[in-house]
């Protein structure tokens, strides 16, 4: 029986570590993020990848930094025969990364070496890009960059966002996975170097990444919105007040007005002019100090006074 050490966080993970589990394999542990405060009441919450090996019955260590750590001595003392991460959110040290005979793996949301980092859903739909996939993957020091053991591609539609993407891609590696391990364990598996001339990154979202330039155009703005949906969401700002916008779509308007212009109103939604004489149509925001709603319960409510020609920063 191979014995893993299984490292994730969020739910992306969830139903990796559940895969491996069903198919028989022993988890000597799960190492995961520390519980954080979630909300505006901060309410100390537990990751996803912890409520899941609690459900599982898997002992759980949550380092809050490894390198130097006493729970790394932990996991290397457990002596497993490979470790598999999954979105976990730490570089692992090189005492690690050679510690397990069969090396450590990881399972990318991307196709490396595009879209090396923390962020690669989101990026991968901010960029307007068409196809995405998962990535299984040799660990080394420098950051994804090891040798690719195998890859599954998937199409990213219109009406994907990040957290549609994410349930989709985290199937996706699964399966991947679970093709891919008896290979690993038997060392018959493929072993590809990147090409280092097609590494693309995608670090994990800024503040400024958040913020609408209403200058883009409306494809650009439109995939900004959904690429950060449902979190961390984009926003703008009225009246010098936050406004999250949460869904949008792009719209035919012949308007000349100013970039971030409101030019139509509605009973069920508005348009604020963008760049290139383009339009998006607002379908659900959450307005400062607000629950998140959609545009048809803001202009009946909070967002009554909203006028033609009023403007969005």
Not at 66 to 92: M, N, R, W, Y
Not at 93 to 104: M, Q, R, S, T, V
Not at 200 to 225: C, G, P, V
Request: hydrophobic share 40%; proline share 6%; net charge negative.
């Amino acid at each position: 029986m191979t014995n893993i050490v299984f490292m994730g966080t969020p739910a992306f993970s969830a139903p990796i570590l559940r895969m491996l589990v069903e198919e028989g394999y022993n988890i000597l542990a799960v190492v995961t993020q520390p519980d954080r405060p979630v909300g505006r009441k901060k309410v100390l919450t537990a990751p996803p990848v912890k409520e899941e090996a609690v459900k599982l019955g898997l002992p759980v260590i949550q380092p809050t930094k490894l390198k130097g750590s006493s729970e790394l001595e932990e996991i290397i003392a457990l002596a497993p025969d490979l470790i598999v991460t999954a979105a976990f959110g730490q570089l692992l040290p090189i005492e690690l990364l050679d510690a397990p005979k069969l090396g450590c793996i990881n399972v990318h949301a991307s196709l490396l070496p595009a879209y090396r980092g923390g962020a690669p859903i989101h990026q991968a739909i901010i960029d307007g890009q068409d196809k995405t996939g998962v990535t299984i993957m040799y660990m080394e020091e420098k950051l994804d960059a090891g040798d690719i053991i195998s890859q599954s591609e998937i199409p990213i539609s219109h009406s994907d966002d990040t957290g549609l993407l994410f349930d989709k891609l985290s199937k996706v590696g699964s399966d991947l996975l679970k093709e891919t391990l008896p290979s690993i364990i038997s060392k018959t598996n493929n072993r590809v170097k990147q090409d280092e001339s097609l590494v693309t990154f995608a670090k994990n979202i800024s503040r400024e990444q958040e913020r609408i330039d209403w200058t883009k155009s409306a494809l650009d703005i439109h995939n900004q919105i959904r690429g950060l949906h449902p979190w961390p969401v984009a926003y703008t700002t009225l009246d010098d007040q936050t406004v999250k916008i949460w869904r949008a779509d792009t719209i035919q308007e012949n308007s000349k007005e100013l970039p971030g212009t409101v030019v139509k109103i509605e009973s069920d939604y508005f348009v604020v002019q963008t760049g290139l004489e383009e339009a998006i149509r607002i379908n659900e925001l959450q307005p400062a100090g607000k629950k998140k709603m959609s545009a048809e319960d803001y202009l009946r409510g909070v967002g009554s006074k909203l006028r033609i020609g009023d403007t969005f920063e």
